[in-house]
Each structure stands twice: as structure tokens, then as C-alpha cells.
């Protein structure tokens, strides 16, 4: 077990990532400093998409990924920590419509301090990705590519990216290619997982000590993810599926949720509860539903 320590690749602080913005004194301004609080994660209600903020004690706000649409702005006007209108980093997990293209509309109410994205283009024949792009070029807002090995640690809080390594960076199937981020704060872990399916879980498992409080279940709950491997080595005590109530593809199957279940895991969805927002003190985890 590699204990999600990377052997090689980019250790990268919040304060590395200050020169790539080529503005220091906006970026001191990014990540200003506040000791107390405790750790927020929101798991957005975006119809059939992704969309997840973690917002540190030191109030560094990470948005990754922002749904199929415009209903993404809705879902982060119910965050009060959002009035500032300022997101510190936003990471696309992959380029699909349904985990990118939210982006286009929180451009437009919200600063945002850095992209984050796998380094792969987007299907040629998506208009919207290279708009996306574009935008994020036009604004002078740094574009990172970063992949397995490389992470962003500031003040005791760590982002490590578990994946994708070389070989599925290359991988003709986008959900291959998705950002694994392993986040930790104050001893609370979550597990962002994108749209792996079965084949990266296992690399996963076998590679990475993954265990974690919550798990951002994989691919809206698709019969192709959450093995039981996977879900042993995860253990997670909370497991959020993103997924709208009416879809063309069956999620959340119902023998993934059942494995679920049997791994202990409470499951939440947003299809039925909502937005769902998770607080971790340093002592307990509390799960809110329905904002």
C-alpha cells in the first residue's frame, strides 16, 4: 500500500500554485488564512451530473465539477461561505458534458482562482468544451493539468489525485481518465471518484490505502462501479450518489446500492434528498439534507 503518499509526480502547495497565477498579491488575497471552522463538504443537486464543494477550515473553497447546466448556480447560492462570490480552485474531473459544462455558467457569477483538469481534450465534436476552455484562457485563470502522484496541500489540508495514471490517461474511454481526489482535513476523508468504473477500482485498491468517511459513489451509481473490492478498501461510514430522478440509464442500479448497504455505508442521494451538505468538527461527521 502506497498509504496515499505519492512516490513521484507534483507536490504542490497552495502557495506553488501562487507563482503559476503570475499575480502574488491576488493570490495572497485567495488564500487568506482563518484557523478555525470546521470542514464542509456539499454534494450539489445538478440533475444527472457531478457536482462536490469542500470548503477547508481555512476557507479555501474547491469546487470539482459543476453538472450538465445552469442549475449549478442555484445549488451554490445556498451556500452562504459562497457570498463572496469567490471559488479558491475548481477541478474538472474529466471532459463529459455532465461533469464540465456548469463551469460555463459559474463563470459567469464567479471568480475563480485556478482550473484543474486531467490534461485530456474533449470529444472534437463537443462544441462546449473548447468554449469552456476558451473562457478560462480569456480570463487569464490558470489551467493546471495534474494526474496520479501529484497533489495540493496547504495548512494541514491534502488533496492527493490517486488517478489517472499514464496508462489511463491514454485510455480511448474519457471515464477511464477521470480525477481521483483523496481529500483530507482534520482526519476527515473523502473520496471523489468521478466516473471510474470496476477496472480503475481496482488499480485503486491494490495501489492506495483508501479509507475514507465518505465516498462520492462512482458514475451515478452505475451497475460498472463500486465493486465489493473497491468498497472494502474504502470502507466509508457515509456514500453520496449524484444522479437525477429521471434518467435514461438506470442509475443508481439497485445492486449497487445494495452493495452499499451491505459494505455499512449510509446512503444518501440527491435524487431524493437534494443537496447534501456533510460537517466534520474534528470530532463528528453531520449529514444535512434537503437545502
Known amino acids: 500500500m502506497n498509504g496515499n503518499k505519492p512516490t513521484a509526480g507534483k507536490y504542490i502547495s497552495f502557495f506553488m500554485i501562487l507563482f503559476l497565477a503570475a499575480d502574488f498579491s491576488i493570490w495572497w488575497s485567495i488564500f487568506r488564512y482563518d484557523s478555525g471552522g470546521s470542514v464542509k463538504a456539499f454534494f450539489l443537486d445538478v440533475g444527472q ?6 470548503i ?5 473553497k474547491v469546487l470539482t465539477d459543476a453538472g450538465p447546466d445552469s442549475r449549478i448556480i442555484g445549488e451554490l447560492e445556498k451556500i452562504a461561505e459562497l457570498g463572496d462570490k469567490y471559488i479558491d480552485i475548481a477541478v474538472i474531473s474529466h471532459p463529459q458534458l455532465d461533469h464540465f459544462n456548469g463551469f460555463r455558467y459559474v463563470l459567469d457569477h464567479y471568480k475563480v482562482g485556478a482550473f484543474i ?4 481534450s474533449g470529444d472534437p465534436n463537443v462544441e462546449e468544451w473548447q468554449e469552456l476552455i476558451s473562457e478560462i484562457k480569456d480570463k487569464n485563470i490558470p489551467l493546471v493539468a495534474l494526474k496520479a502522484g501529484d497533489s495540493i496541500r496547504n495548512s494541514g489540508n491534502k488533496i492527493d489525485f490517486l488517478s489517472p495514471n499514464e496508462l ?3 485510455s480511448a474511454e474519457l471515464n477511464d481518465t477521470g480525477l481521483v481526489e483523496f481529500i483530507n482535513s482534520l482526519g476527515f476523508k473523502i ?6 468504473g470496476a477496472e480503475t477500482e481496482k488499480y485503486l485498491a491494490k495501489n492506495f490505502d483508501l479509507n475514507a468517511d465518505i465516498l462520492k459513489v462512482a458514475h451515478h451509481g452505475s451497475r460498472f462501479s463500486s465493486s465489493e473490492e473497491f468498497l472494502a478498501a474504502v470502507n466509508p461510514k457515509v456514500a453520496v450518489i449524484e444522479v437525477a430522478k429521471r434518467n435514461n440509464y438506470g ?3 439497485q445492486g449497487t446500492i445494495q ?3 451491505s459494505a455499512s455505508a449510509a446512503v444518501f442521494r440527491t435524487d431524493e434528498s437534494g443537496q447534501i451538505a456533510a460537517y466534520f468538527d474534528g470530532n463528528k461527521i453531520k449529514v444535512f439534507i434537503g437545502k
Open 259 to 261: 452493495k452499499l448497504k
Open 49 to 54: 451530473g457531478d457536482a462536490e464543494l469542500v
Open 168 to 170: 489511463l490517461l491514454q
Open 117 to 120: 483538469y486531467n490534461g485530456r
Open 191 to 196: 473520496l471523489l471518484t468521478a466516473d471510474i
Open 251 to 253: 442509475h443508481p442500479a
Open 56 to 60: 477547508f477550515p481555512d476557507k479555501v
